[in-house]
């Protein structure tokens, strides 16, 4: 992978996990970073810089996804859960 393509995909995957940051709902903030992580795992041995300009482009769509649905996740914010409250450990 070129060194350019290399960056371009770290600034992708940082920029997911920081969006994905945002839900305030645990379950979807948890089930986010998971398949973001898993994604990349899976592809991070790919060589073909067709498929990878694929898979980023892929991962651009999805990070917009990513910020309408947090976006709307603020509008509709519920109460944390249990796990989520400080001192409840």
């Known amino acids: 992978m070129a060194a350019s393509s290399r960056a371009q995909v770290l600034r992708l995957y940082r920029a997911l996990l920081r969006e994905s940051q945002r839900f305030s709902s645990y379950n979807y903030r948890t089930y986010a970073i998971r398949r973001i992580r898993d994604a990349f795992r899976e592809n991070k041995n790919i060589a073909d810089s067709e498929k990878i300009e694929e898979l980023l482009n892929k991962a651009k769509a999805n ?25 409840n450990t």
């Open 63 to 87: 990070l917009a996804v990513i910020q309408r649905q947090g976006t709307i996740d603020h509008m509709y914010a519920t109460e944390k859960l249990i796990i989520e409250r400080p001192g």
